[in-house]
Nanobody, 115 residues
Framework: QVQLVESGGGLVQPGGSLRLSCAAS????????MGWYLQAPGKERELVAL???????NYGASVKGRFTISRDNAKNTVYLQMNSLKPEDTAVYYC?????????WGQGTQVTVSS
């Protein structure tokens, strides 16, 4: 059973930065893509960023230019560097991975942006 474990969430002031990590329980070479989604209270889950096995990236419109996704295959980990955070970025952030027709999700990590 594939496990995705997120870390790095927390409370940060507007304009601040956080880096989220998603560690997989097995090699991530076969996952394509991997990425992050967020879900704010009372809203649907929405795309933050995806990265393919060959390093191509795709970002949600609200985070483009502020967030950067990367992956370290040697460490079986995907990262999300979040800069210039805004209160509207407050949400639970979920790690996502796809292999063939199956999708895997982490348990989520809370990010709260507030002064």
């Amino acid at each position: 059973q594939v496990q995705l474990v997120e870390s790095g969430g927390g409370l940060v002031q507007p304009g601040g930065s956080l880096r989220l990590s998603c560690a997989a329980s097995e090699s991530i070479f076969s996952f394509n893509p991997m990425g992050w989604y967020l879900q704010a209270p009372g809203k649907e889950r929405e795309l933050v960023a995806l990265i393919t096995s060959d390093g191509r990236t795709n970002y949600g419109a609200s985070v483009k230019g502020r967030f950067t996704i990367s992956r370290d295959n040697a460490k079986n980990t995907v990262y999300l560097q979040m800069n210039s955070l805004k209160p509207e970025d407050t949400a639970v952030y979920y790690c996502y991975a796809r292999r063939a027709s199956r999708a895997y999700w982490g348990q989520g990590t809370q990010v709260t942006v507030s002064s």
